[in-house]
């Protein structure tokens, strides 16, 4: 069983009478990757400060390696945090910058500059050292803030919306940096976040978030195919998850959504199997997770097209269902136009179900509970 590096027991934190974070608890694996992701103003800095010792909780607890750090001074907790605007000391060469925390700590020289060359040569910045930061791009410049704090073999590295500063293509970069980094380093981190391609990308767990309270936390493949709530699966892909409202129906012992004029069969097997035939319901399936059905196909379901969107090799179509729209993405070159219909069926175990009133999933559809 893996070692908990670190753990955070109902988190609490108030300002005034703003509760910023409320009631959060989660174990992090050590060498575990765990992203913080949610939308501005979540909470999710604000667990980072209150990790590193930047902020005291209203109440809860935060252990690491189980013991509880709640009086330790920031400088004694060993976390290491970088800032997503780099954080570097302009007046500095690179090799100084890289330094500045050994020598706060009155490391020996000579040991000081054998764990600077280490660093500098782990990420790529060994040409770099004689060198100031306004010398430097963007992504050299985020790696000397990472060099900065990795050089202090801190337990635990907090990166606070690294890569939003860059641009797209620098991005992708700095994501494969940080994977190898990981993978090399066995480094236990906290990567919060607002973007969802760098949470699924680069995380082994994602916490989501939502004013203050934890939504779902769990593996990345598991938060984006089997969303806990409707924020979760709403947050998380691009087109998001679809959503159709209607009343669950049953005819000659099939299970269906129904809005409107419009009704799609439900896999069999469980969806919607403990839901009272005439109950409100959501069924929650992404646009990736509806194709294009054969006449034969049991599940095949027929609405009419709104819109027609191609985007290189796949093409969005958007369609009327009931009171609801649909998106699914199909191949390029597929027959849809606007005005006409398209014929569907949605992976039986990729559909959820979700209450009416609570937007919670319901714990018989298809997929992990």
Not at 262 to 282: E, Y
Request: hydrophobic share 40%.
């Amino acid at each position: 069983m893996a070692k908990i590096k670190l753990e955070l027991v109902n988190l609490r934190k108030e300002f005034g009478e703003l509760i910023a974070v409320n009631d959060f608890s989660i174990a992090i694996e050590e060498s575990e990757t765990m992203a913080l992701l949610g939308p501005s103003g979540c909470g999710k800095t604000t667990i980072l400060n209150m990790i590193v010792g930047l902020e005291t909780p209203t109440s809860g607890d935060i252990l690491i390696d189980g013991q509880s750090v709640l009086k330790v001074p920031p400088g004694n907790r060993n976390v290491g945090l970088v800032f997503q605007d780099y954080a570097v000391f302009t007046h500095m060469t690179v090799r100084r910058n890289l330094a500045y925390g050994l020598k706060i700590r009155k490391m020996p020289q000579s040991e000081i500059d054998r764990e600077v060359a280490k660093v500098a040569e782990f990420l790529s910045l060994s040409h770099q050292l004689e060198r100031k930061p306004s010398e430097l791009g963007a992504s050299e410049l985020q790696r000397v803030a990472i060099g900065r704090t990795l050089v202090t073999s801190p337990e635990i590295l907090l990166l606070d919306e690294p890569l939003s500063n860059l641009e797209a293509s620098m991005r992708n970069q700095m994501r494969r940096e940080l994977r190898r980094i990981q993978g090399d380093t066995g480094q236990t981190i906290i990567y919060v976040t607002h973007d969802q391609i760098e949470a699924l990308s680069l995380a082994h767990r994602i916490a989501v978030m939502d004013s203050g309270y934890l939504q779902q936390y769990d593996t990345a493949h598991n938060v984006y195919e089997y969303p806990a709530n409707r924020f979760v699966g709403s947050f998380l892909g691009n087109p998001p998850m679809n959503f159709l409202e209607g009343k669950l129906e049953e005819e000659s012992g099939q299970r269906m959504v129904t809005s409107g004029d419009s009704s799609m069969p439900l896999p069999a097997g469980g969806a919607g199997t403990s839901v009272s035939v005439g109950s409100d319901i959501i069924v929650g399936v992404r646009p990736e997770s509806l194709s294009v059905a054969a006449a034969d196909d049991p599940g095949r379901f027929t609405i009419p097209i709104l819109a027609v969107e191609p985007q290189g090799p796949e093409t969005v179509v958007t369609a009327s269902f009931g009171d609801s729209s649909l998106k699914v993405i199909v191949p390029t070159g597929t027959e849809a136009e606007v005005g006409g219909s398209i014929s569907l069926a949605p992976q039986s175990d990729l559909v959820a179900l979700f209450d009416a009133e609570t937007g919670v999933r319901l714990l018989d559809s298809g997929g992990a509970a």
